[in-house]
């Protein structure tokens, strides 16, 4: 009996972690008229107010990139050549950069949820209502990132990618979130080995 709860458990639990995952790329686009790019070298650029988020951000989808060469931004370029189109472009060039990975927060929906209490008989609401079951609200909170690359030689755009993420625990953790299911699309683009 134990071995077969052990073979149950054992092949259920991929199906359990697919369904905890609270990330998913919702829609995607390819430039067609460049197929065969594949970039050998990225900066990953996350677009943020908070620099924690952004430096975590960077380190986080550079790191599950090793195949591309990704390298965090700060570590390659300063805020003020960021700032700057010219100068950016020709930092990139120089360094063997052939492609940029743009992650930003795209929007944040919250939805309050609420369900009533219960009563314990039809007479419910009248005789028993202090023995109810109160009613109870709880928040959702949704948050969209768009990821973007971007051929440096040509500064065009040919991949976008939108990601929903649900009830994140932080933005630490969206970016962690996101960034998984950004690496493993790019991978399946073929953007990434």
């Given at each position: 009996?134990?071995?077969?709860?052990?073979?149950?458990?054992?092949?259920?639990?991929?199906?359990?972690?697919?369904?905890?995952?609270?990330?998913?790329?919702?829609?995607?686009?390819?430039?067609?008229?460049?197929?065969?790019?594949?970039?050998?070298?990225?900066?990953?650029?996350?677009?943020?107010?908070?620099?924690?988020?952004?430096r975590s951000g960077?380190?986080?989808l550079a790191a599950?990139?090793?195949?591309?060469?990704?390298?965090?931004?700060?570590?390659?370029?300063?805020?003020?050549?960021?700032?700057?189109k010219e100068a950016?472009?020709?930092?990139?060039?120089?360094?063997?950069?052939?492609?940029?990975?743009?992650?930003?927060?795209?929007?944040?929906?919250?939805?309050?949820?609420?369900?009533?209490?219960?009563?314990?008989?039809?007479?419910?609401?009248?005789?028993?209502?202090?023995?109810?079951?109160?009613?109870?609200?709880?928040?959702?909170?949704?948050?969209?990132?768009?990821?973007?690359?971007?051929?440096?030689?040509?500064?065009?755009?040919?991949?976008?990618?939108?990601?929903?993420?649900?009830?994140?625990?932080?933005?630490?953790?969206?970016?962690?979130?996101?960034?998984?299911?950004?690496?493993?699309?790019?991978?399946?683009?073929?953007?990434?080995?």
């Amino acid at each position: 009996m134990r071995g077969i709860l052990r073979t149950l458990l054992l092949l259920s639990a991929p199906l359990l972690l697919i369904g905890c995952a609270s990330t998913r790329i919702t829609d995607s686009w390819a430039d067609p008229q460049i197929s065969g790019y594949h970039p050998t070298s990225a900066m990953v650029l996350v677009i943020s107010p908070n620099e924690v988020t952004r430096r975590s951000g960077e380190d986080e989808l550079a790191a599950l990139l090793p195949g591309l060469h990704a390298t965090p931004a700060y570590r390659l370029l300063t805020e003020p050549v960021l700032k700057d189109k010219e100068a950016t472009m020709k930092a990139l060039k120089a360094k063997g950069v052939d492609a940029v990975i743009l992650l930003r927060f795209a929007g944040v929906q919250r939805e309050l949820n609420w369900a009533p209490g219960m009563y314990p008989t039809f007479w419910g609401y009248y005789r028993w209502a202090w023995a109810e079951s109160p009613a109870w609200a709880w928040t959702d909170t949704t948050v969209w990132t768009e990821v973007r690359v971007y051929q440096v030689s040509t500064d065009k755009l040919v991949w976008a990618g939108v990601f929903r993420t649900f009830d994140p625990k932080s933005p630490q953790d969206a970016i962690a979130q996101v960034a998984r299911s950004a690496a493993e699309a790019l991978k399946k683009a073929g953007l990434a080995p």
